[in-house]
Nanobody, 127 residues
Framework: QVQLVESGGGLVQAGGSLRLSCAAS????????VGWFRQAPGKERQFVAT????????YYADSVKGRFTISRDNAKNTVYLQMNSLKPEDTAVYIC????????????????????WGQGTQVTVSS
């Protein structure tokens, strides 16, 4: 399995931006789909976005579409989540996850779809 470490979280005002990173070690990302999830206090873990191994296909939750962009740099074994126009309701721990795949599908949105998980990074958006 791949080991994942997130970074880039912090405190930002509503309307601001943050870029999260998810760095992998142990194995290369080249045949993995990587996803971002988030979990707010007292709430279930929520799907945010996924990206396929080439970066050519992405998929977003409706709540972040148009504001968040997922991308990857396989040479650096890193996946990014650029978050713009942040809202207080985006406040959560953001967690990246990875699963090995054959093919180019990115439609993996459930927790059980992913085998490897990071520890998460806190994002707090103040109003």
């Amino acid at each position: 399995q791949v080991q994942l470490v997130e970074s880039g979280g912090g405190l930002v005002q509503a309307g601001g931006s943050l870029r999260l990173s998810c760095a992998a070690s142990g194995r290369t990302y080249s045949n993995y789909v990587v996803g971002w999830f988030r979990q707010a206090p007292g709430k279930e873990r929520q799907f945010v976005a996924t990206i396929n191994w080439s970066g050519g296909s992405t998929y977003y939750a409706d709540s972040v579409k148009g504001r968040f962009t997922i991308s990857r740099d396989n040479a650096k074994n890193t996946v990014y989540l650029q978050m713009n126009s942040l809202k207080p309701e985006d406040t959560a721990v953001y967690i990246c996850a990875a699963r090995r795949v054959i093919g180019t599908s990115v439609y993996y949105t459930g927790e059980t779809d992913f085998a490897s998980w990071g520890q998460g990074t806190q994002v707090t958006v103040s109003s």
